[in-house]
């Protein structure tokens, strides 16, 4: 199975920029959903936004949309998750996650969709 390591993460001020990473290793990403969640401290996690297989249509949490940009390199077997005009409430843990099915597209999502995870990187906008 797929296993992710996600860095990038860091403090940056309100209405600064971070790009995260997630490489992935084990199997292609290709053949999986990816998404990146987040865990802000005693909060559930959330999603931020997931990828259909090798880079196919995307969705984001109301929260990120016109600010945050999930891409993947497949030769490179990476995820990316462009984060722009940060707020102190993205403040958190985010996940990278996988799953070779996913959510239903158009459905609700949430982290039970996804079995793969990697340990996260802490992001701190301030």
């Known amino acids: 199975h797929v296993q992710l390591v996600e860095s990038g993460g860091g403090s940056v001020q309100a209405g600064g920029s971070l790009r995260l990473s997630c490489v992935a290793s084990?199997?292609?990403?290709?053949?999986?959903?990816m998404g990146w969640f987040r865990q802000a401290p005693g909060k559930q996690r959330e999603g931020v936004a997931l990828?259909?297989?090798?880079?196919?249509?995307?969705r984001y949490a109301d929260s990120v949309k016109g600010r945050f940009t999930i891409s993947q390199d497949d030769a490179k077997s990476t995820l990316y998750l462009q984060m722009d005009s940060l707020k102190p409430e993205d403040t958190g843990m985010y996940y990278c996650?996988?799953?070779?099915?996913?959510?239903?597209?158009?459905?609700?999502?949430?982290?039970?969709?996804?079995?793969?995870w990697g340990q996260g990187t802490q992001v701190t906008v301030s």
């Open positions: 996650a996988a799953d070779s099915v996913g959510p239903i597209p158009g459905g609700a999502w949430s982290a039970e969709d996804f079995s793969y």
């Open positions: 084990g199997d292609t990403i290709s053949r999986y959903c």
């Open positions: 990828i259909y297989y090798g880079g196919g249509s995307a």
